[in-house]
């Protein structure tokens, strides 16, 4: 049945974005297989945050179309055209897809448990009793098993991030979107998220896009760097060649300017 | 006239038994409407499909524009003939009030619906949760928590507005200290009694929902 099975998690073909007539991605192609970790790098505004956006479907595309898992997650085919793809179209796909976000996203309204519930119950229709018990499993790994019933409000950033890593794990994705998940935090409360992630990816298979400003963590994480500048990959390989001997001058540039700041 | 003890004492027991019940009934019943219709015309008001939210819209433009008096003289003296709807005096005044402020609570839910953070909605796309989901579930709990006082400060607004529906023959407390000065001409102490009632109410709720509107601020 599965012959021609695709061996791509995700695939950009020819995307293209514009915001007005600031066009942000100008036919971006890439391609990143089941179970790789791809670090996304470049200067502020180079499109990094568009890219994981238009995966989780908060934007829409311009122009090109983006396939998940070998389905395409933009368009649906109507007769011979290829039209939008609408709500309950995209539903399964994004099923696939979870996302962690700069500034956490909790819900505020939901104590810590149900914030981690909340989706399994609602959305995949799990029981509660074995979604709570999932949750309480991800918060053990997450090292917060005694916040369950803990306000969000009343954790640190840091311990907000785990929750919401938890969060979006207890929907088991194929697919794990990182958008500067420690720029927000304190200083002193990176390293435990970084290390929290570090143990994630490599005790799972999952398909990671992460964005990040963060070298070290970069390097630890990914299989593969892709160095953006203006909406275009201007390098792509693995951490080491990038990070000790990048081939591009923009790539010295920027990384010469991470490094200072 | 000096003011008579007796006289107050001989009043007061009506006034608060008898149009203390039709003040209390007209302000919950017109504010249960009002919060309620108010929500409705709130999320109806930001359907993409505009055959929904233009003559919504419309409703509320007009509704707002024209007195609260206007609407209750419709409702209760043109409704029946035209339409052949025919409520109780009472039944008419609640679903005055509660229309028309509903127009006003409809302002205050889409502000509120609006100071949601778009992070939120962001959220629940990320964890795939259906629609419905996310606005009973997410948005709906955290704007009406933003509006708790704002909403506070419309069922006081109805209370004190109530008395209007008396020019439609409902006797709550202010139309029954009328009616009982008229017994004597003696209107000094049914009418001060019934603005102490009012201010008796109305200060104190004032009071907390200025409380309410602090702690709220304070998470
Ligand atoms: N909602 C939006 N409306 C208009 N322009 C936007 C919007 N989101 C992003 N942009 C623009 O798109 C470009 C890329 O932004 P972004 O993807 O956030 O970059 P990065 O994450 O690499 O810093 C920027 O020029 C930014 O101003
Ligand atoms: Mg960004």
Redesign the pocket.
């Known amino acids: 049945m599965n012959t021609d099975e695709t061996p791509w998690m995700i695939r950009f073909d020819k995307v293209v974005?514009r915001?007005?007539d600031?066009t942000?991605l100008r036919e971006l192609d890439f391609h990143v297989r089941p179970g790789e970790r791809v670090t996304?790098i470049?200067?502020?505004?180079?499109?990094?945050?568009?890219?994981l956006?238009l995966l989780m479907t908060l934007?829409k595309v311009s122009g090109g179309l983006i396939e998940v898992d070998g389905e395409c997650l933009t368009h649906i085919r109507r007769g011979d055209k290829r039209v939008p793809a609408d709500e309950k179209h995209i539903r399964p796909i994004r099923r696939k897809i979870g996302m962690v976000f700069q500034q956490f996203n909790l819900f505020p309204n939901m104590n810590v448990l149900r914030n981690i519930t909340e989706a399994p119950v609602r959305a995949l229709g799990r029981p509660r009793a074995e979604a709570e018990a999932k949750a309480r499993e991800l918060l053990d790994m997450v090292g917060l098993a005694d916040k369950a019933l803990e306000h969000p409000s009343r954790l640190s950033g840091g311990q907000q991030q785990r929750v919401a890593i938890a969060r979006a794990l207890a929907m088991e994705p194929e697919i794990l979107l990182l958008?500067?998940v420690t720029s927000a935090l304190d200083p002193e409360l990176v390293t435990g998220v970084q290390d929290l992630l570090r143990d994630i990816a490599s005790s799972s298979d999952l398909t990671i896009l992460c964005?990040t400003h963060e070298m070290g963590f970069a390097r630890d994480i990914s299989h593969r760097v892709l160095m953006?500048d203006q909406?275009q990959i201007v390098e792509d390989g693995p951490p080491e060649k990038i990070f000790s001997d990048p081939a591009e001058q923009r790539t010295r540039d920027f990384l010469q300017a991470v490094i200072q700041t | 006239m000096d003011w008579s003890w007796d006289r107050a004492w001989e009043i007061a027991p009506e006034l608060f038994t008898r149009g203390l019940a039709v003040t209390l009934q007209a302000t919950l019943g017109g504010a249960v409407l009002a919060f309620t219709l108010g929500l409705a015309l709130a999320l109806l008001l930001r359907s993409r499909r505009p055959w929904v939210r233009l003559p919504v819209r419309g409703f509320v433009e007009v509704v707002r524009s024209t007195p609260l008096l206007a609407q209750l003289f419709i409702l209760y003296y043109v409704f029946p003939s035209t339409f052949g709807i025919t409520m109780s005096a009472l039944t008419t005044g609640i679903v005055g009030l509660g229309v028309h402020y509903a127009t006003y609570t409809a302002e205050v839910y889409r502000s509120g619906i609006d100071g949601v953070p778009r992070g939120q909605w962001e959220a629940a796309v990320a964890l795939n949760l259906p629609r419905f989901r996310t606005w009973t579930g997410v948005i709906l709990p955290q704007a009406i928590r933003r509006v708790l006082p704002a909403l506070g400060n419309y069922l006081i607004g109805i209370f004190k507005e109530s008395p209007q529906l008396a020019l439609i023959t409902v006797v709550d407390v202010l139309g029954l200290a009328r009616i009982l000065a008229a017994e004597d001409f003696r209107y000094l102490e049914p009418l001060t009694l019934a603005g102490l009632f009012f201010l008796v109410i109305a200060i104190p709720s004032s009071i907390l929902v200025r409380r309410l509107e602090r702690r709220l601020e304070h998470g």
């Open positions: 974005k915001y007005g600031n942000v996304l470049g200067p502020s505004g180079s499109g990094k945050t568009t890219i956006r934007e958008d500067e964005v953006f909406g």
